[in-house]
């Protein structure tokens, strides 16, 4: 059951890796999607953030392979699967459906992102670091500001918010995310360094544009390196 588990995953990895070669690119919701036109929003990090992605998807299909076939049986890597499965399944089809719907997109990256951290939250990081919780901290961190930066480019887009505000909203509830999961797996500092990541971006996009987002966007960073810090001592 657990070798099947294992093969299971490694095909949606796979899917989700070949992904981006079979689907146009994503370079962001269509502003045409909505009623307000914000191009670009606050809330999206700078573009050369999205280079994480190859370093994603290479690490998450790694751990696939050696799962099944050095730790097809092993019920620490088990434990990881089925959510894990889960958001790589979904990112299989998000590229497809976010290039359609904004809303549907916005619904199916925090599934991705629920599977994907809870995947962390069950990774063991006494066992093979670099292989078991490793990837799946990468993945759940930038899928955390994923999430956030889709919901906030929706509430801005359909006017809920300001863009502004929508920003800080969605950068205030991406830390307080970051800062609950990271503060659960104290030795595996790559999903908070990941969201830090993510906020660099924002600070990069919004440099002379949009202050209070950009201090907003540097106040998570310092927040964020505190924890890492603090929960590790």
């Known amino acids: 059951m657990m070798k099947s588990n294992a093969l299971i995953l490694l095909l949606a990895t796979f899917a989700f890796g070949v992904a981006p070669f079979v689907t146009p690119p994503f370079t962001g919701y269509d502003p045409a999607l909505f009623p307000i036109r914000i ?11 999205f280079a994480i992605w190859s370093v994603i998807y290479l690490w998450l ?6 799962g099944l076939w050095k730790r097809g049986e092993d019920p620490a890597w088990n ?20 290039g359609h719907s904004a809303i549907w997109g916005t619904i199916t990256i925090w599934i991705m992102a629920g599977g994907a951290i809870l995947a962390f939250l069950r990774a063991d990081t006494g066992v093979d ?3 078991l919780s490793g990837p799946t901290a990468i993945f759940a961190g930038w899928l955390s500001a994923a999430s ?11 006017g809920w918010l300001g863009d502004t505000g929508a920003a800080i909203v969605m950068l205030a509830l991406v830390l307080g995310l970051a800062i609950a999961v990271q ?3 104290p030795r ?3 999903y908070g360094l990941t969201v830090i990541w993510a906020l660099v971006g924002v600070i990069v996009a919004n440099a002379g544009l949009n202050i209070p987002v950009a201090l907003a966007a540097g106040a998570g960073i310092t927040l964020m390196a505190l924890t890492l810090v603090a929960r590790r001592a």
């Open 39 to 49: 191009d670009p929003p606050s809330i999206q990090p700078a573009g050369y953030a």
């Open 79 to 98: 434990a990881v699967r089925l959510p894990l499965t889960v958001a790589v399944g979904m990112g299989a089809v998000w590229l497809w459906i976010a």
């Open 129 to 131: 670091r670099c292989m």
């Open 183 to 185: 503060w659960q797996k």
């Open 148 to 158: 956030a930066v889709s919901t906030g480019v929706f509430i801005a887009g359909y």
């Open 188 to 190: 595996m500092p790559v």
């Open 61 to 66: 299909i790694a751990h696939a392979v050696f």
